[in-house]
């Protein structure tokens, strides 16, 4: 991996996401095996807003129901229909791509309604409902999702083994895993925010625009061409929906410098890339935690989450040695928290601490490394704790015969942030029954 800054990093680091986990929580029951995903329809997933809109307002608020469509892509087609820039447009979370999902989104157009405004005709897209309001739409404006998956491949008669998962699991609580989604198709999104946050642009660029394990000939084309420094053939042939991709080539064609190539893919999938980095090292915790049977517990130094509300408190000696912690985290009112690294992060003390450091230090990057970046990559790159574990709710479970074939339905409720595919993994443990979750995988 080339690089621009002296880092003190140069040694071998690790670059597993840690997508799979280490463990399941359900170990003790067999997974169901199947695939997910083989159908849009067969992932279904409802957000459920925070607020309604209030009627009046700049912004527009639409709920929108799109397929086979990722959120940024979505987002990029609202910016042209609406004649805004994409920052004008409010998503309150990131949804699947291979699903049928429904979101709200916003649109800031002062001045304007939705009825000065032509219908929205992509095939994609369609408008349930629209209206005003006086705010933008921004990140975890949402309570949680509801989602309703079908696993093919499975005998319907797999329903006992998928209620006795979803039953250990709503006791215990889900560990609340980043999923595969946060990584990227080419699996590297986490290694792109790492050097971002050690000024290697090179490297960054390399692992954006280079080769990487694709069906798509022109994206193959194109990748091969900036191997070679061509960059004005790799960027003719990049498809046009790679935004990001595009306006990091335009800029190499031009003579620009891999800095100003790294500036031009823009604020917010910057700060997606960053996200995949905090991303990849809490995995590693969790993993850690979980081979531990550490999950539910809360020891001195740790800090704990509040599910009701998302506060956060540090665990002294005396928090630890209450009774009413360990009642508390057995009701899943509180959950031990892990690391999304940076500066306004709050950090645990003790051997936590020791431990969430030595996560980091594996992924090659030092508490300096992440905490300092705010201003010099001008993201809102600030850190947070997220849960070890959150609540699955409202589960419902059953199997069946239809048109395409047998499946398994499940459906249940995740707070928001949180990935169903990690349930979904608990439920078919596909490491262990001899295939892939999804040819998406």
Not at 33 to 44: C, M
Not at 297 to 317: P, Q, R, T, W, Y
Not at 387 to 412: C, S
Request: glycine residues 10%; contains cysteine; hydrophobic residues 40%.
């Amino acid at each position: 991996m080339n690089s621009e800054a002296g880092t003190g990093h140069n040694r071998p680091h690790d670059t597993d996401p840690r997508v799979r986990p280490a463990v399941y929580l359900s170990d003790d029951i067999p997974g169901i095996g199947g695939e997910i995903k083989q159908r849009p329809e067969d992932f279904l997933v409802e957000e459920i807003p925070a607020y309604q809109p209030s009627g009046e307002g700049e912004h527009i608020f639409m709920f929108i129901e799109k397929r086979s469509l990722s959120t940024l892509e979505l987002v990029a087609i609202l910016a042209e229909h609406f004649g805004v820039a994409k920052t004008a447009v409010g998503v309150a979370g990131l949804k699947d791509k291979h699903a049928i999902t429904r979101q709200v989104v916003s649109v800031h157009t002062p001045g304007q309604n939705v009825s000065d405004f032509p219908m929205l005709t992509d095939e994609r897209i369609g408008v349930l409902w629209a209206d005003q309001h006086t705010n933008k739409l921004r990140r975890g404006h949402l309570i949680g999702n509801r989602f309703s998956i079908r696993v093919r491949g499975v005998s319907p008669t797999k329903v006992r083994e998928t209620y006795a998962v979803l039953n250990k699991l709503e006791r215990l609580g889900v560990p609340n895993r980043l999923g595969e989604q946060r990584f990227g198709y080419l699996g590297n999104n986490h290694l792109i925010g790492r050097a971002i946050v050690l000024g290697e642009h090179k490297a960054a660029l390399d692992l954006m625009l280079g080769p990487g394990d694709l069906e798509d000939s022109r994206q193959e084309a194109s990748r091969l061409a900036y191997t070679e420094g061509d960059y004005g053939r790799a960027l003719s042939k990049m498809p046009r929906h790679l935004a990001a991709e595009c306006a990091a080539l335009r800029v190499l064609s031009r003579g620009g410098t891999p800095q100003r190539a790294v500036k031009a893919i823009g604020r917010t999938v910057t700060e997606f890339y960053l996200t995949a980095m905090q991303s990849a090292v809490f995995n590693a915790v969790l993993d850690e935690r979980l081979l531990a049977g550490t999950l539910a517990e809360l020891g001195e130094g740790d800090i704990a989450f509040k599910h009701d509300n998302g506060a956060c408190f540090m665990v002294d000696s005396e928090t630890a040695a209450d009774p009413e912690t360990p009642r508390r985290a057995a009701a899943l009112e509180i959950s031990p928290s892990g690391p999304m690294w940076g500066p306004k992060m709050m950090r645990a003390s003790g051997e936590i601490d020791k431990a969430e450091v030595t996560a980091l230090d594996r992924f090659g990057l030092s508490v300096e490394a992440v905490t300092e970046p705010a201003e010099k990559i001008r993201t809102s790159f600030e850190g947070v704790r997220r849960p070890l574990r959150v609540p699955v709710k409202d589960t419902d479970v059953e199997g069946g015969v239809d048109e395409v074939g047998p499946y398994v339905r499940v459906a249940f409720t995740l707070p928001r942030g949180a990935f169903a595919t990690v349930v979904m993994r608990e439920i078919m443990k596909p490491e262990l029954t001899g295939g892939p979750m999804t040819d998406k995988d």
